[in-house]
């Protein structure tokens, strides 16, 4: 019997040249303000080991690293490495798996909604216990997620951006099976290419359990980047779990 071939994952197509035009008004000053929380929630101090898990280009990083810290950041997309190692080539990037996290660290950090790619929970559950796995103990995991109640309640099924006279891009959104997914639509200078982004819709809750399950021992659940306490109706879901010492 002939096996069917499986479909490339959409993350492996997605992070690459377009996805950083696409992102590209998230700023400085919006990176600042979750790592300012993260400094004065945490107070960690220069000697601690960052990981920036999914780290794109290294937005957050070198954030990190130009405070002092000692941060590596790793990421599976090629292009958005090679793009940060030639736009801050004092940052340690690398390319990797977040399911197989190398090395050891006292905090880890998934930001801007870098978490339930994969297809299924075990698979997005499995990211969790590499980070459990990947921590000193006594070492953090700082997890900024969407909050689904609120993207359910507030979903745009379409947007349209002109970027620049050549780059229009049109961004249809849908909930299906549990997953905000969006189709995103370039159009350059008359060629178009197409993605797709799907991320699982894990409830706080969901997230928590998760949480739990793994063997971290919640400290706090933030709103928003300003640290407010978490609603239904936050922006934010940001779960801070720490690994129990033995």
Not at 125 to 133: A, D, G, M, N
Not at 213 to 223: A, P, S
């Amino acid at each position: 019997m002939r096996q069917q071939k499986r479909e490339t994952p959409w993350f492996q197509h997605w992070f690459d040249e377009n996805y950083l035009i696409l992102y590209r008004h998230r700023n400085r000053s919006e990176a600042k303000k979750q790592v300012q929380l993260i400094i004065d929630t945490l107070n960690p101090s220069r000697d601690t080991t960052i990981l920036d898990l999914a780290c794109g280009e290294g937005r957050y990083t070198v954030l990190f690293d130009e405070m002092g810290y000692r941060v590596t950041g790793l990421d599976l997309s090629e292009t958005l490495v090679t793009r940060g190692r030639e736009k801050y080539p004092q940052l340690d990037l690398k390319v990797g798996d977040m399911r197989h996290i190398p090395g050891k660290f006292d905090l880890i950090l998934s930001l801007f909604t870098s978490f339930g790619y994969f297809e299924t929970d075990e698979e997005n559950e499995e990211v969790v216990r590499s980070v459990y796995e990947a921590l000193n103990p006594g070492g953090v995991y700082w997890l900024d997620f969407l909050n689904a109640q609120e993207v359910e309640s507030n979903l745009v099924p379409e947007s349209v951006s002109q970027l620049s006279t050549e780059i229009r891009v049109i961004e249809n959104r849908k909930i299906k099976n549990g997953r905000i997914i969006k189709d995103i639509h370039f159009k350059n200078n008359g060629e178009e290419k197409c993605y797709t982004e799907s991320v699982r819709l894990f409830t706080c809750s969901q997230l928590q359990e998760m949480f739990k399950r793994t063997g971290f021992q919640l400290i706090h659940c933030f709103g928003d980047y300003q640290g407010t306490e978490w609603t239904p109706e936050s922006p934010r879901t940001i779960l801070i779990g720490i690994k129990k010492l033995k």
